[in-house]
C-alpha cells in the first residue's frame, strides 16, 4: 500500500494492528522488525507512540505539519 496521503495516529495504529495480525503474532512481528516485545507490546495497546523503529517496520515516518485554521482564532 503506497500513498501520499498522510495518515492519522489511529491510521498508523490501524497499519500496525494488520502488520501484526499478518506476521502471525506480536512475537514474530518484534523478531522480525528487532523491537522488544514489551515496547510493541505498549504501543498496540496505546501505552506508547510509534517511535521511529516501529514505523520504519511500517514504511512510514513521521512528519508533523501545520494547517491554516479556517478562521484566524484572536486571543482573549
Known sequence: MTSTEPLTLAGVYARLNRAVREA???TAFAAQ?????????D?????R??????LRA????????YVELSKPE???
Open 24 to 26: 502471525g503474532s506480536q
Open 33 to 41: 522488525h528487532g523491537l522488544s516485545l514489551g515496547h510493541l507490546n
Open 43 to 47: 504501543v498496540l495497546n496505546s501505552r
Open 49 to 54: 507512540e510509534p517511535g521511529p523503529l516501529v
Open 58 to 65: 511500517l514504511g512510514l515516518r513521521k512528519r508533523e505539519i
Open 74 to 76: 484572536v486571543p482573549a
